[in-house]
């Protein structure tokens, strides 16, 4: 039974991005936000943006396997549809545990057979890698390209964060890749405490945890970051316009980067 009262992390970011699997709650949190810091939607349009590089990175890298953690609602550029682009042998497990972003998952990838959904949550990463589907599709043997884009921010601090990672981490083998990217209050605080104000008002199945930049390095352990290495997310090898927020607080908002398993 999905709750359609409580907001959810999942439907909000699908509907700043201009999704439609959303409800009232989720449309009202998400324009409450937009109200506290105008400008957000380019925010979560530059995390899409840093997916896209990302995997291409990824892809030109080797990776030919991706598990994408806290995947969301499928909307315009998900991860196997830049990866097979680039090579259509690539394949991807998807993971969340929102039910609304699993069932619309998974009728985007009937019919193909390189791609899967696992409904569950990332704080149980045994069960992530130990999922049937995520067998099927992963050989950890072989280097996986593992992302974790605007997700961990929802992880509290009692929770470990960097020990969950970790616990990922330790699952790959040398030439995997790790990407994140995650909420900062470092350089705007005024604009993250004000997202945050609205989140914990809206009483929604989660909260917003901003890390500074240092917190969020750790998350990475002992993989080495790729140039430029953590950066504000528009600014993490941009291709182009698109790439980057007009306003350039936006950029500011969380911070990108990828780093390779030595």
């Excluded at 349009?45 to 590089?53: G, M, Q, V």
Aim: hydrophobic share 40%.
């Amino acid at each position: 039974m999905i709750d359609t009262s409580a907001p959810s992390g999942a439907r909000t970011y699908d509907y700043l991005l201009g999704g439609g699997h959303n409800f009232e709650a989720d449309r009202t949190m998400a324009d409450q936000v937009e109200r506290a810091v105008p400008g957000i939607r380019a925010a979560a349009r530059l995390n899409r943006a840093f997916l896209a590089r990302a995997v291409r990175f990824m892809v030109g890298e080797g990776i030919r396997q991706f598990l994408d953690i806290g995947s969301g609602i499928p909307t315009v550029g998900n991860v196997h549809e830049i990866a097979q682009k680039e090579d259509p042998e690539c394949r991807i497990v998807y993971v969340d545990r929102d039910p609304i972003a699993v069932a619309h998952s998974e009728l985007m990838l009937s019919g193909n057979d390189r791609a899967g959904m696992v409904e569950a949550d990332m704080r149980d990463p045994e069960a992530i890698l130990t999922h049937p589907t995520t067998r099927t599709l992963i050989d950890f043997d072989e280097p996986v390209g593992l992302l974790f884009l605007l997700v961990l921010h929802w992880i509290p601090d009692e929770s470990a964060p960097a020990a969950l990672v970790a616990r990922y981490r330790n699952a790959l083998v040398p030439g995997s890749q790790l990407a994140i990217t995650h909420m900062t209050d470092d350089i705007q605080e005024d604009k993250i405490s004000a997202v945050a104000d609205v989140v914990r008002g809206n009483r929604g199945a989660g909260q917003v945890f901003p890390r500074t930049r240092e917190e969020i390095s750790a998350l990475f352990g002992d993989f080495s970051l790729v140039s430029p290495g953590l950066v504000p997310t528009g600014t993490w090898r941009p291709g182009g316009a698109g790439d980057i927020a007009d306003d350039p607080e936006m950029n500011e908002l969380s911070f990108a980067g990828v780093a390779r398993k030595g």
